[in-house]
């Protein structure tokens, strides 16, 4: 069986931090980037996969984005992914859900996977959106938000988590997309020397181009475009509750009733 | 292209309450979007969702039924692909939500339409904008979709106050699609969650306790509470330097970052520590007795009020 | 990140008199054990706190004449010019930062033994000291009197030529000008004694005349216990307290508030396990707030919340944020306020470990929090500054996030090591403080004197400071969860492994007593439990328990404490003289007392148990091992010897041809794993291998600068060139 995981170097903001003049985004060095903490969880199901089966399994890493991001795909490989690829373009627009998997698309394209893996959401982006967007692309049949799974010849059964603690339990058949929930497992790491021979496997550095994606079909798969980035109106102040006590747990029993629906 | 259409979302046999924002949403657009508003129901028997679409302002509720009992992300896929291809909406909204999640993106993938998940807001400027977090939710980004004839929308709960049904019976349609053999999942049961997981990271709706709590002995009376509201109880770092909460329930800088919808703090004046690991939430309301507590300025509902007394009312309330 | 706005009112100058203070953090007086006799430790401990941004800083209480020699405790000295030098030392250092110094010149009565002096103190009346028994003073008639308001004098002229900008008339704690005051020590009959005036008199006369001599050079000082806490007998706040601040109030430029004694100083200095952050504020707030002085007022209790300091500001508690042990903690408190790092505040835990060691009378005062306290000096330790390690390409494996391992690893972080792997088998890391912060509690319900039982979860501190940094530092990773075994390690590619796996409770009741196992002890059995079985609430206990505490800290005392609050019938059993006996040094011990009392729970000192059998122990007195005693018990709790998790350690070492082939040049030992010890002790192990981690012989610590008298001729150059050979240490 192979198994594809794309994942993905995420951003974290520093606390304080600064825009770029434009605006279109914030300046670089405010950030500080990992590996995406629900990557982390996708790529443990897939080597446990290839661990309990005895079929010569490959796990392969996949992301999308500049040589620092390859220090997610590192990441992987340290924690045993046999190879990974980076797809290689300066100029994309990686907050785009569409545009990231339009490039996924391609590159996964290649691998002709029994089964892909994904992240439910990067903790930058929010999105949760970008891994079923790759299953349209390629066609994949597809489940999101699982929290459990098991592989049966052929097929997986999986658990949806839905909101409220609901969980729904289906089957669905190989080839598949799957994007996976944090908790499903405890992901492993990887130790110091595991780290160090990372560098020594695999890691094919491929561009966009050669994929087929020239700049106007990926300006066409974009989903959206940015106009502006500025700071949430957050932090004004509340709006302040007035009357007499039984007002104000009435007013909040209706804000909670509200915002929890739904 | 013109109009919007809304996706209302049902799960086994009932119309989810984001159903109604999403025409809230759609109706403050109404306008600039072609004078149109369609609410579609995809569901095995959508006609028993009727009348708690009658909201004025809907010009027509789309009927479609499906073979399947449950949502079935490939269903459900395809029978937006066809609303879309057959309705020419400039605009389609959904909530966003673990369902929306589960087939959208790939119609919008496949069809190369606009689209954009977890909106906060929306706007009209020649065609939809929105406003959705960035960087987790440290900045907003807003978006536009310029060339694209149908832009589909995930809208986040709690944004837009959710419409008044009980208007005039809306004009209904049914429309037959072909969609026998879609579905991908075969649906195997549901499963209520267990009641044990105190992880407060996963809480959508906390209820966090604080100083004011005083003594140890009033721990159970907010425990109590919690549970009649349906939350999960966390609090400051006091309470648990006290030794009175155990540590998994720390929300803040040493202890956990949680972003449920709902953040109720009660008698938590807010050091920056605590600060740092709330401010995430969609909704955050504060109680606390000091008008001057820095909780009230990350909060998004203040109260000044005593909690015990407070708890009091509000057990009332559930 | 610049400072939040609302903590600006913290950063503005206040007029002392004749001096400004550059802000409202201040460094109150506390012992350290440095005196006038380790300038360098001194001068250097005071140093970087006044780097650390603290507006002034004291010295501890200064003796003014040799009739005044707490020996075995340290305290300063200002008797000739060679403690003005020594004390010069420190005023440098703190002006140097914009500091202010301040000294607390002090008579103690009969408070101070004088053993090394051999001289007799005076006093107003000849009752004995209350916990130096056998210490009575000369009665001080009006020659007397005279003479020793003159040794003020003297000392506070030779204070101002030291350098010393703020002068302190020191009365709080019951020391002299207090005796006179207060009516529980005076019982004089002339113009010193009876009436209020009288009382004060002594005090009064002594305030004016420091500031005749120096008052227009330095700002007086006087350090006031508002309140006795002994009730109508003594200095009640509402009466002889606001009273004295208002008849004084024309003579100081800075009242220092405190309450209590130094009989029993931690209703003070109280430990977290009694006491709240600013807990004095019923008795100290009273008098700023209720307008009865017009002086600038500092104040204490263990305030490290800046939100707090704020409030106390505002409230008009206090102009100045007074500290002892929050300085000592984090002397960097101020700035990191200033800088708006309030996450890396390292806040006091309340543990008083700092007062032990110089209640003992020997050791440099210690802090669990910041290992550097006390090794500013003598081995060169800055609590911000770690110098890049010489070996830093090297990859270091910390197996155990305990206390010793989260040090250990953190600060190896800050030192650049390439890489830095702490791997914890739980998972949380903290190791034991986790389960210790859950002790300390009874049933909650008020003592005598003051305060209930709070517990020790603010010893959680500990983890939560260094989990804060540890997440900080991309160099260091953490992993929770995994344990390790031999070839785990060997197979890790670190080429140095720290081995921090702690200890654990002997189940076999080995203890220091009989050295040897207890005859029927075994903490498999559902009946008995070791400590942390008690917190992990496994095993059912029964109603009659036996606590048998062969450590004499906190651990026996505060298992009796937790299940006589719930309820459990307790014995508490052990073979010292008494219960808890290190409490004592942490000031702990009235409180524990007072609440083991209260819940009923039966004592017996000089016991220790010669065997268990079920529903029985069989007992015996220390000094007649005859006298024996049966008790009829459900369960039993041993708190006997803890033994080193070191089975991986020892394995791993056991096969050097193998660590060498796996590339591992250094493997090391610290912390519970070494030896078990205080957690304030494992905390300095791992931050100690950390420092010199790049050293020779990193498990060999290296030698420390000693503070002595060289014998010879040449002695005291060679003295002066060791303070100059070291004066760029940190």
């Known amino acids: 069986m192979k198994i594809v995981v794309p994942v993905k170097q995420v951003a974290a903001l520093d606390d304080e931090f600064e825009l770029l003049d434009d605006g279109s985004g914030v300046d670089p060095d405010f950030l500080e980037f990992d590996l995406n903490e629900w990557d982390a969880f996708s790529l443990e199901v897939a080597l446990q996969l290839r661990e309990a089966s005895d079929d010569g399994s490959e796990v392969v890493a996949v992301t999308v984005g500049d040589e620092e991001s390859e220090e997610a795909l590192l990441s992987c490989l340290a924690k045993g992914a046999d190879r990974a690829v980076r797809v290689s373009d300066d100029d994309l627009a990686t907050d785009d859900p569409l545009t990231v998997a339009r490039v996924l698309a391609a590159a996964v394209e290649r691998e002709s996977a029994d089964l892909v893996l994904c992240g439910v959401q990067s903790s930058d982006a929010v999105n949760g959106a970008t891994g079923v967007a790759l299953a349209g692309y390629l066609d994949l049949p597809h489940v999101a938000v699982v929290k459990a799974l098991e592989h049966e010849n052929g097929s997986v059964v999986v658990d949806r988590e839905l909101e409220g603690g609901l969980v729904e339990r289906l089957r669905i058949g190989l080839p598949a997309l799957l994007t996976i929930q944090t908790g499903i497992n405890q992901p492993r790491y990887a130790n110091l020397r595991a780290i160090k021979q990372a560098r020594e496997k695999p890691l094919d550095v491929v561009e966009a181009g050669e994929l087929g994606l020239d700049q106007d079909a990926l300006a066409a798969a974009a989903g959206s475009r940015r106009r502006g980035l500025s700071p949430p109106d957050r932090g004004e102040g509340a709006e302040m509750m007035s009357g007499g006590v039984d007002e104000m747990a009435a007013r909040i029993a209706e804000i909670v009733r509200e915002r929890m629906s739904g | 292209m013109s109009g919007v259409l809304v996706v209302a979302e049902a799960r086994r046999g009932e119309l989810r309450d984001v159903s109604l924002e999403l025409i809230s949403a759609a109706l403050s657009v109404k306008d600039q979007a072609g004078g149109r508003v369609a609410v579609a129901v995809i569901d095995q028997q959508p006609d028993r969702f009727v009348d708690q679409l009658a909201v004025d302002g809907v010009d027509e509720v789309l009927l479609v039924p499906t073979p399947t009992e449950h949502f079935e992300a490939h269903v459900a896929g395809r029978a937006l692909t066809e609303l879309i291809a057959a309705e020419s909406p400039s605009l389609v909204l959904l909530g966003f939500t673990i369902d929306s999640l589960g087939f959208a993106p790939a119609v919008a993938a496949k069809q190369g339409l606009g689209f954009a998940s977890d909106a906060i807001s929306l706007g009209w400027d020649g065609g939809p904008i929105v406003a959705r977090g960035a960087y987790g939710d440290k900045l907003v980004s807003e978006l536009e979709f310029p060339g694209k004839e149908t832009t589909v929308v995930l809208l986040r709960a709690g944004g837009f106050e959710p419409a008044q049904a009980g208007g005039a019976a809306p004009a209904t349609r049914t429309v037959e699609l072909s969609l026998d053999g879609v579905a991908k999942t075969e649906h195997l049961g549901f499963q209520e969650a267990e009641s044990a997981d105190v992880d407060i990271t996963k809480s959508e709706f906390l209820l966090s306790i604080g100083r004011g709590v005083e003594d140890k002995d009033n721990i159970p009376r907010f425990e109590e509470l919690a549970e009649k509201l349906g939350a999960t109880l966390s609090s400051s770092r006091p309470l648990v330097d006290a030794g009175w909460m155990p540590s998994a329930r720390q929300v803040g800088q040493s202890g956990k970052t949680v972003k449920p919808r709902v953040y109720l703090a009660l008698g938590i004046s807010g050091a920056v520590q605590h600060l740092a690991g709330m401010r995430t939430a969609e909704t955050i309301i504060a109680v606390n007795t000091d008008p001057e507590a820095p909780i009230f300025g990350v909060a998004t509902y203040g109260a000044v009020a005593d909690m015990f007394e407070l708890a009091d009312e509000l057990e009332q309330q559930f | ?730």
């Open chain 3, 1 to 730: 990140m610049p400072r939040d706005p609302k903590y600006d009112i913290l950063f503005e100058p206040i007029q002392l008199g004749p001096k400004t203070l550059k802000n409202r953090f201040y460094q109150v007086p506390h012992c350290i054990g440095a005196g006038s006799e380790k300038p360098g430790f001194q001068a250097y401990h005071r140093g970087i706190k006044a780097e650390g941004g603290w507006g002034a800083c004291c010295t501890e209480y200064c003796s003014i004449h040799p009739e005044s020699d707490d020996t075995m405790r340290v305290s300063a000295r200002i008797w000739d010019e060679g403690d003005v030098r020594n004390l010069a030392a420190m005023c440098d250092r703190l002006h140097e930062y914009g500091a202010l110094a301040g000294i607390e010149l002090w008579y103690g009565g009969p408070h101070a033994p004088c053993h090394e002096s051999r001289a007799t103190p005076r006093g107003p009346s000849q009752i004995a000291s209350d916990f130096e028994l056998n210490t009575f003073p000369r009665y001080m008639d009006k020659d007397d009197i005279a003479t020793v308001q003159q040794m003020y004098v003297d000392a506070a002229i030779r204070a101002r030529d030291a350098g010393f900008d703020i002068v302190y008339v020191y009365g709080a704690h019951a020391y002299l000008p207090f005796q006179f005051l207060a009516p529980y020590y005076n019982h004089r009959t002339d113009e010193y004694g009876g009436s209020f005036e009288n009382r004060a008199r002594f005090w009064r006369e002594s305030l004016i005349k420091v500031r005749e001599a120096v008052g227009d050079d330095c700002a007086i000082a006087s350090r006031f216990a508002v309140d006795h806490l002994l009730g109508p007998s003594s200095i009640e706040v509402g009466e002889d307290g606001i009273r004295f601040v208002e008849y004084c109030d024309d003579l100081v430029d800075l009242w220092d508030f405190t309450v209590g004694d130094i009989a029993e100083w931690g209703q003070n200095a109280g430990p977290s396990r009694f006491f709240e952050e600013n807990h004095e504020k019923p008795y100290t707030g009273q008098i700023k707030a209720g307008d009865h002085t017009n002086k600038p007022v500092v104040g204490v209790g263990r305030i490290t919340n800046p939100d707090t300091m704020v409030a106390i500001i505002n409230s008009g508690q206090f102009d100045i944020i007074g500290a002892a042990r929050p300085s000592i903690s984090d002397p960097f408190l101020p700035n990191k306020i200033d800088e708006g790092r309030l996450d890396d505040i390292r806040e006091c835990i309340g543990c008083n470990q700092c007062i032990s060691r110089w209640e003992i009378g020997g050791p440099p005062m210690v802090c669990t929090q910041n290992a550097t306290a006390g090794e500013e000096y003598r081995r060169g330790w800055h609590p911000e500054k770690f110098h890049k390690a010489a070996n830093a390409d090297k990859g270091v494996l910390v197996v155990g996030a305990g206390p010793a391992g989260m040090e250990c690893a953190m600060v190896l972080g800050k030192r650049q090591m390439s890489a830095v792997h702490l791997v914890e088998a739980e998972k949380e890391i903290g190791g034991a403080v986790n389960w210790i912060s859950q002790l300390g509690h009874s049933d909650g319900k008020e003592n005598l004197h003051r305060g209930a039982a709070r517990g020790l979860g603010e010893w959680k501190r500990i983890v939560n400071y260094r989990q804060i940094q540890l997440d900080k530092l991309r160099n260091v990773e953490v992993h929770t969860g995994s344990r390790l075994n031999a070839s785990d390690v060997l197979e890790y590619g670190a080429e140095i492994v720290v081995i921090a796996t702690g200890c654990h409770y002997a189940t076999d009741g080995l203890n220091a007593a009989t050295h040897e196992p207890l005859p029927g002890a075994d903490a498999s059995l559902d009946w008995q439990l070791t400590p942390d079985q008690v917190v992990a609430g496994q095993k059912t206990i029964g109603k009659r328990v036996l606590v048998l505490d062969n450590e004499a800290y906190y651990m026996g005392a505060s298992i009796a404490q937790k299940l006589a609050g719930e309820g459990h019938e307790v014995y508490l059993l052990t073979q010292a003289g008494d219960i808890a006996g290190y409490m004592e040094y942490t000031l702990e011990a009235p409180m524990l007392h007072r609440d083991l009392h209260r819940l009923g729970v039966s004592i017996h000192p000089y016991t220790m148990v010669s065997s268990f059998e079920p529903g029985v122990a069989h007992a015996y007195n220390v000094w007649n091992p005859g006298h024996t005693e049966d008790f009829e018990i459900d369960s039993v709790v041993l708190c006997t010897a803890r033994i080193s998790n070191d089975e991986l350690y020892r394995e791993l070492k056991s096969d050097p041809a193998r660590l060498e082939q796996e590339g591992i040049e250094g493997l090391y030992l610290i912390g519970g794993a070494a030896a078990p010890r205080m957690l304030v002790d494992s905390i300095f192990d791992g931050h100690r291998l950390a420092r010199e981690i790049d050293s020779p012989h990193p498990e060999m610590p290296l030698p420390f600068i000693r503070e002595r008298r060289l014998w010879g001729e040449s002695s005291n150059e060679d003295y002066a060139a060791q303070l100059l050979n070291t004066a760029d240490v940190a």
